[in-house]
């Protein structure tokens, strides 16, 4: 019984440093545990660059918080099912660029402003932000995002970074606004990390501004210029930050 209370003890001190609480559904291995402690303490030091756009220092920092959840992950199998919760006003470019909120969510937001989820659900969001830091710091190469969680690297090439572009569009091309009220929060966190890649490849590649481009989902508007579909982005954000405002006004006035 002593062996466990160390290890619950553990991970409550791992998660409790980085604004968070987790509730732990078995006993997990006191060395994976400390791994956890880490990745959340060098993903939320990572988080504080990307915020403050500092995105050359923050992608290796995000790849060394990749490293120690992989690291726990091989000395607990389980550790990714931990719950967790993080309090209000940690993990800003997380919640500001929407990262885990995609659409196959690996994270929730609760009315109380706690971002709620399990370990392996915040590792998902993290391996997101750290191809979008690797690609605005200029790395050679990037991870790519997606289905797997040791996300394979590529080259930092026009065909990997159209593959990007063309993956963080398509679902922001196919938005009908207004959309129902539930869905403007989606067409902001969506709309903003669309908005941040797209501005960076445009400048990267100032010929994809006027030359055709593919990335639409909107069967109406398949072929495109780059400026277009960066205009499309930036009048959705538009209306929908608005929008998004006020229904966060009136759930507030409504608020006991």
Known sequence: MRSVLKLKAAVWLAITLCGATVGMAQDVNARAAEDIKAFFSKFEEADKL??????????????????????????????????????????????HYGYGFGSNASLNEAPTGNIEGSAAGLHAAMTHMWQDAAI????????????????????????????????????????KLPVPDNEWRDVVLWSRRA??????????????????????????????TGNEALEDVKAKLAEAETEYAKLASDFKKAAP
């Open 50 to 95: 990307f915020d403050q756009k500092k995105f050359a220092e923050a992608a290796p920092a995000l790849a060394a918080s990749h490293e120690l959840y992989l690291r726990a992950e091989r000395r607990d199998s389980e550790i990714g099912r931990l719950n967790m919760s993080i309090a209000p006003g940690k993990f800003l470019a997380l919640r």
């Open 195 to 224: 908005r941040l890649i797209m501005e960076f490849a445009l400048q990267k590649y100032p010929e994809w501004k006027t030359g055709t481009r593919e990335w639409s989902q909107d069967n109406n508007k398949l072929q495109h």
């Open 136 to 175: 605005l710091g200029g790395a050679d190469k990037f991870p790519l995002a997606g289905a797997f969680s040791d996300p394979s690297l590529v080259e930092m090439s026009e065909e990997n970074l159209n593959t990007v572009v063309r993956t963080l569009y398509g679902p922001v091309s196919i938005f």
